[in-house]
Antibody, heavy 117, light 111 residues
């Protein structure tokens, strides 16, 4: 059973950046694709992007291109997601999830990012 | 504004059947892309409920089933139980956006 453990909650100022980590255990990391999905308070889910660590490739939702960067450290079995130029609308819970055959199989516990001056 | 449209809420009494719709367009569900469903219990992360054509991960009862027609899909829950009270999200792929898309989520209340 794959488990994803995310880093803790963050409070950031508008205009700054945040980097959230997602460490995988169980399964074979080299076969994973990992996605990031966020959920603003009281809202639905929004796909941000997906990375395939072994191929060192990432693709992003149009809404986030240029402002979100997803990277991976294979040796640490960890994926990172960085959002720059934060604004209040970025306040949300950010989830990582394994991705296969078009769907998201296993999810992390979520990381609350609060953007406030 | 979500690309896929779901009703904000549905409700039903224990033992009843409820269904949740997910309406898309010709660039996502209507283009033949699979629809997947997630259950999100209060205060927790979403969990994969059904993927593709009625494929259930281990542990998901067959009280949950899906159907698909033209540009929409539906999740049906039979024999409603108190523990089914949660938010349900549909998800697909959109060819025009070249990305994964979700519905806005539906809150199921068990009366």
């Amino acid at each position: 059973q794959v488990q994803l453990l995310q880093s803790g909650a963050e409070v950031k100022k508008p205009g700054s950046s945040v980097k959230v980590s997602c460490k995988a255990s169980g399964g074979t990391f080299s076969t994973f694709a990992i996605s990031w999905v966020r959920q603003a308070p009281g809202q639905g889910l929004e796909w941000m992007g997906t990375t395939i660590p072994v191929l060192r490739t990432s693709n992003y939702a149009r809404n986030f291109q240029g402002r979100v960067t997803i990277t991976a450290d294979e040796s640490a079995k960890t994926v990172y997601m960085e959002v720059s130029s934060l604004r209040s609308e970025d306040t949300a819970v950010y989830y990582c999830a394994t991705f296969s055959n078009g769907h998201f199989d296993f999810w992390g516990q979520g990381t609350l990012v609060t953007v406030s001056s | 504004q979500s690309v896929l449209t779901q009703p904000p809420s549905v409700s039903g009494a224990p033992g009843q059947r409820v269904s949740i719709s997910c309406t898309g367009s010709s660039s996502n569900i209507g283009a033949g892309y699979d629809v997947h469903w997630y259950q999100q219990l209060p205060g927790t992360a979403p969990k994969l409920l059904i993927y593709g054509n009625n494929n259930r991960p281990s542990g998901v009862p067959d009280r949950f089933s899906v159907s698909k027609s033209d540009t929409s899909a539906s999740l049906a829950i039979t024999g409603l139980q108190a523990e089914d009270e949660a938010h349900y999200h549909c998800q697909s792929y959109d060819g025009s956006l070249s990305g994964r898309v979700f519905g806005g989520g539906t809150k199921l209340t068990v009366l």
